[in-house]
């Protein structure tokens, strides 16, 4: 059997969909590296990945590709799944808005730094590009009470919320689909994080982007209703 015969499988005639689809995911550590790992091993090979960091010993907890230590994430995924291209790149508010997402048919956002996040999600909006978004997953030990939502109507999440804040404030009307947990945030020092909610963020991911490329029901964008 050949490597996606599984896929086809279940998907059918829509494989070619996954197949040709062109996806970009922003963010490869815990939740981006298991996203960009389904997709690919799904049959979503058209994908593109941006992240600025090299793999440290702390990240070896919950990271694909952290046996690696010191080399670019980028490269390293660029190697592990054949045909990825690896953008290295710092994301902030100001490096967001030289990514030409209008290349893409869906965006991932994985990333954990807020005004970056404002500004991809701005910049979809702009471009009518389709955006999912992971919301924080660090300090939680309960992969069960994670939750596909609009952006809007996230709880318990205060990095979702000041999210929110920060959107409002820069004049964004639009909608997404985002992936949080309900689970109360435990007061551990730093951001003590666990692979089985990490991952199970980036599954969803993963689940919601093949969802909007076979075109269900569940869109994962759309026009904010007042």
């Not at 291209?85 to 954990?112: H, M, P, Q, W």
């Not at 909006?125 to 309960?142: C, E, H």
């Not at 309900?182 to 007061?187: A, F, L, N, R």
């Amino acid at each position: 059997m050949g490597r996606f015969e599984r896929s086809k499988m279940l998907f059918g005639e829509d494989f070619a969909r996954l197949q040709n689809a062109r996806v970009l995911v922003c963010g490869c550590g815990g939740v981006g590296g298991v996203c960009i790992d389904t997709l690919y091993r799904s049959g979503v090979v058209n994908l593109s990945v941006v992240d600025c960091d090299s793999f440290e010993l702390s990240n070896q907890n919950r990271q694909i590709g952290s046996e690696n230590l010191g080399e670019q994430k980028t490269k390293v995924f660029e190697r592990l799944y054949p045909g990825v291209v690896g953008l290295e790149c710092r994301l902030s508010a100001e490096t967001v808005e030289t990514l030409d997402v209008e290349e893409f048919d869906l965006v991932i956002d994985s990333i954990d730094d807020i005004p970056a996040k404002v500004a991809l999600a701005n910049l979809c909006a702009r471009s009518g590009v389709p955006l999912i978004s992971s919301m924080g997953g660090a300090r939680r030990f309960d992969p069960t009470q994670i939750r596909v939502e609009s952006v809007w109507r996230t709880k318990n999440d205060p990095f979702a919320r000041k999210f929110r804040y920060e959107l409002k404030r820069s004049g964004f009307v639009g909608d997404f689909k985002c992936v949080f947990s309900m689970e109360i945030p435990t007061k551990c020092e730093g951001l003590g994080s666990f692979k089985a909610v990490t991952a199970a963020f980036g599954l969803h991911l993963a689940a919601l982007a093949v969802k909007n490329i076979l075109k269900c029901k569940c869109s994962v964008y759309h026009p904010r209703v007042a």
